[in-house]
């Protein structure tokens, strides 16, 4: 604000600044006259001082020199020109309002009072006489006829009203006293007139006591007698009437009100000007004095005057007998007047306002009071309005109760527009709404040049016209919130003006104008300071555009309605200043990264916090322009993105470069791979940074505001695609680095995987994968602390993949050890164990994918001993028999019961059917045998045949065998009753007929606790026979490899024998 435009707070231009002495309002000898009138007043006192007021009159002379300026010499000269002056005429003013409580003296039970009253100049002590007779006399007895004053009389009654004033003279207020006597009157009546309002006994008595009275002869009712010096300048109260007699002491009260006033008072003021005006003056030197010495303070004067004012005040209006309406009419007229000069809360003039208001009545006044009211009327109005017009400076936020002195202005102005004073007086009343609205919106004009003036740069250059403009746009953002928050809620409920609205409507205006004015100078290729400040100034105004929703409904558009429209050629610069700092910054951050973690619980380099700060601020770019045009935002999107994917790819491709510029200075294989991890880490964060774009920029709010002019599928294909293609070059460059973390790895794993399958040691498997496990651990451990989740069970998963290729190669290098094979078996569950890490690691069905499954099946048949094998074989028989349902071979029925008493196994072949006929003849000659299987399970039990049914394709054999064996063989796997129908061939061998397979495990009865009695109750079985396949499975296979094995050489001939009489066929 420049000093041109700055005024003390409470003044305005060509004003006295409030430290100035204000005696010059008066003349000197004006001031002089003023002082006599003063000090005549303290000298002339009459009274008893009240108890808040000053008694000290030497206080009072002190307190007035100071507060007229005069010094020692001025003051005794002119209290020597008082003490010569003539004194006044000392008057009370007295008036008998009303009585209660006195006596009834007439026969109906009433009195006719009255009363008559007078000064008693004698010295005398009329307080303390009851000691003695009680004085006879009375007033017409103490005081002259012509100074005695008389009432009116009342009629009947005990509580006569009279509310007569009477002026009463004195001189020596120290030797005068007040007389009052209350007589009943009597009038000559007839007796008869007086028994007609007799009532009751003591009306009678009263009737026998005026006969012995004279005639017309009043009787007392009481007296009251004061000393004036014992009285205040003003009294008013219940007096209690006292007896001459002690026959009837209670008398009643009396209502009186005193006033010690002047008359003839000898100074130039009180002779030459009115009553009022004097005291008007007077209170006008005394308050300014008041508010000075407040100030001096560096207190704000709350309208409380110091006891000395008051005392000098109440005194001079009394002596003055100043009514209470002429005192508050001195009051406005001084308090308005000063008001205009000085600083001080206006709360002060409510009081003058509600008081004339209440006690007004025009008749009052005479035709120069009340040109003179209504000239303080009006120039109060005109100078609240001004100050209205320029609360920014008048009332400043920065000054303390600012706002309540403001809303106490408003308030006086609505008061005294509103008062019939104001109204009758003034010609033409105002319309104060529209006169504080026009204020406002010429204060607000004045106050946004003043503004504009003051941030004018010094050069003049775009650049530094672009800083003033958003410096201006600040202060104009600044003030409309201090309209909005504070000030507007004060004019609202005063004057149901919304300021808000009119000082933005009036700022948004000015703004567009001066903001246009100044832009046509920019051209298209404005320089970069000009397009970065022209930036601060398109955010200030945005701020400031956005604040219309504080208006009240209003038709018609803004001037600031396109004001983006302005800012179109800086739009490719500012986003290409916003790629820049970006890009620069995450260069920098790349540089200054050692890959190493930056925090206790985090796995990311230092540069992931630089680059997400950099996204942030290029989210806050979008989010600060909110271009208001759809088409033009959505292309300002698609260059937004366009800019973070090239930073992000940028990214990758250098912090890969760091790692490995780290790596060649430190020749660390250790380190390197923890850079490694880092980096790793470090991408796949920038991968989710990438993901949170959609919703970080409001892809949704966007898609919705350009459905009317862009097709989705264009927003698809450019923003989506545009980001999944960076999406996935992030994921190729993850697996690159984790491939390349993996690779180090699997060397080492296929390295102990060589060692194990090839070492001829013979310690336990378990012994012997120990050095893989421990070297497994300490990496995979290591690569969990320094990846995060998603990275490591990446690996995990390449290893895994990795590793069950390594063991599919060494198990098909295996020559035919059983050792081997269980060295490599339980590698490999001890690997899949490892990899699961209890739920924490790789999930079962990653883990248990088909090449695990095939693996894991081939080792643990591979590292299965021969009659384990062999006992699998059978399972696996046993699993197609319950399989099959086809009986294009046959069938067999039988009836099998063990009896757990005798460890015996019942069977019964019933019969066959359906046989295939073998012979030439069409026909068959079959028989079955029956043997328990695996041999080696059961080596006692010798096989057994049915007898021959000769030509017959579905015999009836009807024969039942035992078999002693115990029951936990027959629960053991593979363990079955195998039934070999054969076609008996008498030359040549045995043609097979097919076979079946019986589950010992399902035999009735084995898991009974006793026999069960009738055999007959047990089911029979029907089971389809089948024919072995040519080619052998994988089982004999394996054995047939163990040369050496003698047993298993001699089951796989019995199997190989069985596949060449097979009907099945590839």
């Not at 120069?368 to 109005?381: H, V």
């Not at 000054?399 to 033409?428: D, G, I, Y």
């Not at 100078?521 to 604040?547: G, H, I, W």
């Not at 490995?660 to 470090?682: H, P, Y």
Request: hydrophobic share 35%; proline share 4%.
């Amino acid at each position: 604000m420049d000093a041109a435009g700055e005024t003390p707070m409470g003044t305005l231009p060509g004003e006295e600044s409030p430290e100035m002495d204000l005696s010059h309002r008066f003349s000197k000898q004006e001031l002089a006259l003023l002082y006599e009138e003063v000090l005549y007043t303290i000298w002339h006192r009459l009274g008893k001082p009240e108890h808040h007021h000053v008694a000290d009159s030497q206080e009072l002379y002190a307190y007035v020199q100071k507060a007229f300026g005069m010094d020692a010499e001025e003051h005794s000269i002119i209290m020597q020109q008082v003490k010569e002056l003539e004194s006044p005429i000392f008057c009370l003013k007295a008036t008998v309002k009303e009585a209660k409580g006195i006596l009834g003296k007439d026969v109906s039970g009433f009195s006719d009072p009255y009363c008559l009253l007078g000064i008693e100049t004698k010295s005398q002590d009329p307080v303390h006489t009851d000691h003695k007779k009680r004085m006879k006399a009375v007033v017409k007895d103490l005081i002259p006829e012509d100074q005695i004053h008389r009432t009116q009389v009342i009629s009947q009654t005990l509580s006569p009203v009279w509310d007569e004033t009477f002026i009463l003279e004195f001189e020596d207020v120290e030797t005068a006293s007040f007389h009052l006597d209350m007589w009943d009157s009597d009038m000559v009546e007839s007796v008869r007139h007086k028994l007609g309002e007799l009532t009751d006994l003591h009306g009678l008595k009263r009737i026998f006591k005026d006969a012995r009275k004279d005639k017309g002869q009043d009787d007392f009712l009481g007296n009251v007698v004061l000393r004036l010096k014992d009285l205040h300048c003003w009294d008013d109260r219940w007096y209690q009437l006292e007896p001459r007699t002690e026959t009837y002491p209670n008398r009643g009260q009396c209502h009186l009100q005193f006033l010690l006033t002047h008359k003839k008072r000898a100074t130039t003021s009180s002779r030459t000007q009115p009553s009022y005006t004097v005291h008007r003056h007077l209170l006008q030197q005394l308050v300014s004095y008041e508010i000075l010495q407040h100030q001096a303070g560096s207190i704000s004067w709350d309208g409380e005057l110091s006891r000395h004012a008051s005392t000098v005040l109440y005194l001079h209006a009394t002596q003055k007998d100043l009514s209470d309406f002429h005192q508050v009419m001195a009051q406005w007229l001084a308090y308005s007047k000063l008001y205009q000069s000085l600083e001080f809360n206006s709360n002060c003039l409510l009081h003058q306002i509600t008081s004339i208001e209440y006690q007004w009545v025009q008749e009052r006044l005479r035709p120069e009071q009340k040109a003179e009211l209504a000239e303080s009327f009006q120039s109060l109005l005109t100078y609240g309005i001004s100050l209205v017009r320029r609360y920014r400076i008048i009332f400043p936020l920065s000054v303390p109760r600012s706002t309540e002195r403001l809303q106490s202005l408003l308030r006086v102005l609505v008061q005294m527009c509103k008062m019939k004073a104001f109204h009758e007086l003034c010609v033409l009343s105002p319309d104060l709404p529209q006169m504080v609205s026009t204020a406002l919106k010429s204060g607000t004009t004045e106050w946004f040049h003043m503004e504009k003036q003051h941030l004018k740069p010094m050069v003049k250059s775009m650049e530094e016209n672009g800083k003033a403009l958003s410096r201006l746009l600040l202060e104009v953002i600044g003030d409309l919130q201090q309209c909005q928050k504070i000030w507007n809620k004060f004019f609202i409920s005063t004057l149901k003006l919304n300021l808000f609205s009119i000082a933005y409507l009036e700022l948004e205006s000015l703004v567009a104008e001066h903001v246009q004015e100044q832009l046509r100078e920019v051209d298209s290729s404005m320089s970069k300071p000009t397009a970065e400040s022209l930036f601060q100034l398109y955010m200030n105004l945005q701020e400031l555009y956005r604040m219309k929703n504080f208006l009240p409904k209003r038709d018609g558009p803004l001037a600031l309605s396109n004001f983006h429209q302005w800012f179109k050629e800086a739009v490719p610069q500012w986003l290409q200043k916003a790629y820049t700092i970006a890009l620069e910054r995450a260069q920098r951050a790349i540089q200054m990264d050692q890959l190493t973690p930056f925090g206790e619980h985090n796995k990311h380099s230092t540069s992931t916090v630089d680059l997400s700060t950099c996204y942030a601020q290029i989210v806050k770019t979008w989010q600060q322009l909110n271009w208001p045009d759809p088409e033009e935002a959505f292309m300002i999107m698609v260059k937004l993105v366009e800019d973070m994917c090239k930073i992000a790819l940028m990214y990758c491709r250098l912090i890969k470069e760091r790692a490995e510029a780290l790596s060649l200075s430190e020749q660390n294989e250790g380190e390197a791979a923890n850079r490694l991890c880092i980096v790793v880490n470090n991408i796949k964060q920038l991968r989710l940074l990438i993901l949170k774009l959609p919703s970080q920029l409001d892809w949704v709010q966007l898609v919705e505001r350009t459905e009317a002019v862009i097709d989705q599928q264009q927003i698809q294909h450019t923003l989506h695609n545009q980001l999944d293609s960076a999406v996935s070059c992030l994921d190729h460059e993850v697996r690159d680095v984790v491939q390349a973390l993996a690779t180090k790895l699997e060397k080492g794993i296929a390295r102990h995987i060589q060692e194990l399958s090839s070492s001829n040691d013979t310690r336990e498997p378990e012994d012997s994968i120990i050095p893989l496990m421990k070297f497994l651990e300490s990496e995979l451990q290591y690569l969990n602390e320094h990846l995060v989740q998603e990275n490591f069970k990446s690996l995990l998963t390449l290893l895994w993949h990795h590793t069950l290729s390594v063991l599919s190669a060494a198990a098909g290098q295996q020559v035919p050890s059983t050792q081997c094979y269980k060295k490599l078996h339980c590698a490999l569950k001890s690997l899949e164990l490892c990899f699961y890490a209890e739920g924490c690691g790789l999930p079962l069905e990653t883990l248990h994918a088909a090449a695990f499954l095939s693996l894991e099946s081939h080792l643990a048949l591979c590292s299965s001993t021969s009659r384990k094998l062999i006992q699998k074989y059978f399972s696996n028989r046993i699993q197609q028999q319950l399989d099959t349902s086809s009986e294009k071979y046959g069938a067999v029925t039988i009836k099998a019961l063990y009896r757990p008493s005798e460890q015996k196994l019942r069977v019964e072949v019933l019969n066959a059917v359906n046989l295939i006929p073998l012979d030439s003849n069409g026909s068959s000659d079959p028989f079955v045998q029956l043997t328990l299987e695996p041999r080696h399970q059961f080596p006692e039990v010798v096989a057994r045949t049915t007898q021959c049914k000769r030509n017959e394709l579905h015999p009836l054999f009807d024969e039942a065998f035992d078999f002693l064996i115990p029951p936990e063989k027959c629960r053991q796997e593979g363990a079955c009753l195998l039934l070999t129908v054969f076609d008996y061939d008498t030359l040549g061998a045995n043609d097979l007929e097919g076979e079946a397979f019986f589950p010992l495990c399902h035999l009735p009865g084995l898991d009974a606790d006793e026999d069960q009695a009738d055999t007959g109750r047990v089911p029979q079985t029907r089971l389809p026979l089948t024919h072995p396949k040519p080619s052998g499975d994988e089982i004999l296979r394996l054995l047939e490899s163990r040369k050496g094995d003698k047993e298993a050489q001699a089951f796989v001939k019995l199997r190989k024998q069985r596949a060449k009489q097979s009907k099945e066929r590839e």
